[in-house]
């Protein structure tokens, strides 16, 4: 397959395309990596993402193993291997045990998590099942998070969806000799 999106050699980017190239690798993702390089071949769209997408991912307060519990969840409901691929590393990195990875890998609900593991987990499900969470969760959610903590894990659930359609669509490859972590539901 050809790629879609390929990505842009430094000296053939413009001066937009350098800009946000500069602006994602100085801030704490450190490269442009997955799916900015698709997003570079619209720099101002690229730009847009990547500041949500850094306060989503490192400026929330959340703790980072529920960041990347609810980006897992998120991937495994779009089968987007490469998001999954990627933050299955992040995620054991973080603390988050690998049975509840496996078990979002393979479309399970995990059997021992936290309470708040348990609490993200099934808010995440709920959001990209029914579009809402339930009223229990979103009591959970709102008692452990507030109402800012509450609108970060949709905008959280929105914001890999919308990179797990971007990817997929790209479909980047793994690193050399990964498995696809996902199998098709």
């Known amino acids: 397959m050809t790629e879609r999106f390929p990505a842009i050699p430094p000296e053939r980017m413009t001066d937009a395309q350098r800009e946000v190239a500069a602006a994602i690798a100085g801030g704490p993702r450190g490269s442009v990596r997955g799916p900015f390089l698709a997003l570079l071949h619209h720099p101002a769209?690229?730009?847009?993402?990547?500041?949500?997408?850094?306060?989503?991912?490192?400026?929330?307060?959340?703790?980072?193993?529920?960041?990347?519990?609810?980006?897992?969840?998120?991937?495994?409901?779009?089968?987007?291997?490469?998001?999954?691929?990627?933050?299955?590393?992040?995620?054991?990195?973080?603390?988050?045990?690998?049975?509840?990875?496996?078990?979002?890998?393979?479309?399970?609900r995990p059997e021992a998590m936290t309470e708040d593991q348990a609490m993200v987990h099934d808010f995440a499900v709920a959001v990209h099942r029914d579009g809402k969470p339930t009223d229990a969760l979103y009591a959970a959610a709102e008692a452990r998070f507030g109402k800012p903590g509450v609108l970060d894990l949709l905008a959280l659930a929105g914001y890999y969806s919308m990179l797990a359609m971007v990817l997929n669509t790209a479909d980047p490859a793994l690193p050399e000799g990964a498995a696809p972590p996902l199998k098709l539901l």
């Open 45 to 108: 769209l690229a730009m847009q993402i990547q500041g949500l997408g850094a306060h989503l991912r490192y400026g929330t307060g959340m703790p980072q193993a529920l960041v990347e519990l609810l980006i897992l969840v998120t991937a495994r409901r779009w089968s987007c291997q490469y998001e999954f691929f990627a933050h299955a590393r992040i995620a054991r990195t973080e603390g988050l045990p690998e049975a509840v990875i496996t078990a979002i890998a393979e479309g399970r």
